[in-house]
């Protein structure tokens, strides 16, 4: 009968992590974390901010920021899901230097700046193209939403 080495789950051990470690040079949230600490400016997030005198502290929109483009990056649209990636997901606990935003706090953050993240992007392009990133051929966006009648009885086959 083989032997096994012995684990023991009851037992406590101390982990130390290095956020600013886990966010490495080339990776994508490296990338969100730089421009977000060192290329935008997000002066038009403070008139919302009212607490100089009472209340509680907020979160600082560059955290729920890096929270909410990065899961954005990932494919996680739900704010429930990003909290529970501040709580679990490494790189998200480093990009929130370990605070957890309730779902709602993420939730109302985007709902109540769309305009503000708006005027964002043409920061984001403008640091895109000092990097020399955009090709200045062609430049698309499109959001626009048309209704289709793409079902799979009216597309036909291959054959077809």
């Not at 100089?52 to 929109?61: I, K, N, S, V, W």
């Not at 939403?145 to 009885?153: G, L, R």
């Amino acid at each position: 009968m083989p032997r096994f080495k012995h684990y023991n789950y009851d037992q406590d051990a101390m982990v130390v992590i290095n956020y600013q470690e886990q966010l490495q040079p080339g990776t994508f949230e490296h990338a969100v974390h730089y421009l977000i600490e060192h290329k935008l400016d997000l002066s038009v997030f403070h008139p919302k901010y009212r607490n100089e005198d009472t209340g509680r502290l907020a979160y600082d929109p560059a955290i729920l920021l890096k929270i909410i483009l990065f899961a954005y990056s990932k494919g996680i649209t739900s704010s429930r899901e990003m909290q529970w990636c501040c709580q679990t997901n490494i790189i998200f606990k480093a990009l929130s230097c370990d605070t957890v935003p309730h779902f709602t706090t993420l939730a109302k953050f985007v709902s109540g700046h769309a305009d503000e993240i708006e005027a964002l992007f043409e920061q984001v392009l403008l640091v895109c193209h000092e990097q020399g990133l955009l090709g200045n051929e062609l430049f698309a966006i499109d959001g626009c939403k048309m209704s289709s009648n793409a079902s799979k009885e009216w597309s036909g086959t291959f054959k077809e």
